[in-house]
Nanobody
């Protein structure tokens, strides 16, 4: 099993920045792509960003491309999401996810493990 724990959420004004981190523990040797999803109140969970095992290939949703940057440190089993130029519509619970096989994906059910989520609130 793999456990994922997110941190770094909080309250920030529009235009500000936050950095989310996710630490993986357990049987991490078989993890491939890592991803971030988010769920706003009353909405379905949506893809934000993903990164390949090597860290070379990254994927972003159109809504965050150019503002968010995903990165990973395989030695520390962590993945991070640097969020800049935040907007009120970025307010959501952000979830870290990991998959055993395949590459980065924007499909929720292709991920095998999920964190509990961390709240990000952007005030206008």
């Amino acid at each position: 099993q793999v456990q994922l724990v997110e941190s770094g959420g909080g309250l920030v004004q529009a235009g500000g920045s936050l950095r989310l981190s996710c630490a993986a523990s357990g049987r991490t040797f078989n993890l491939n792509a890592l991803g971030w999803f988010r769920q706003a109140p009353g909405k379905e969970r949506e893809f934000v960003a993903a990164i390949s095992r090597s860290g070379i290939i990254t994927y972003y949703s159109d809504s965050v491309r150019g503002r968010f940057t995903v990165s990973r440190d395989n030695a520390k089993n962590t993945v991070s999401l640097q969020m800049n130029s935040l907007k009120p519509e970025d307010t959501a619970v952000y979830y870290c996810a990991a998959r055993r096989g395949g590459y980065g994906s924007d499909v929720e059910n292709e991920y095998d493990y999920w964190g509990q989520g961390t709240q990000v609130t952007v005030s206008s």
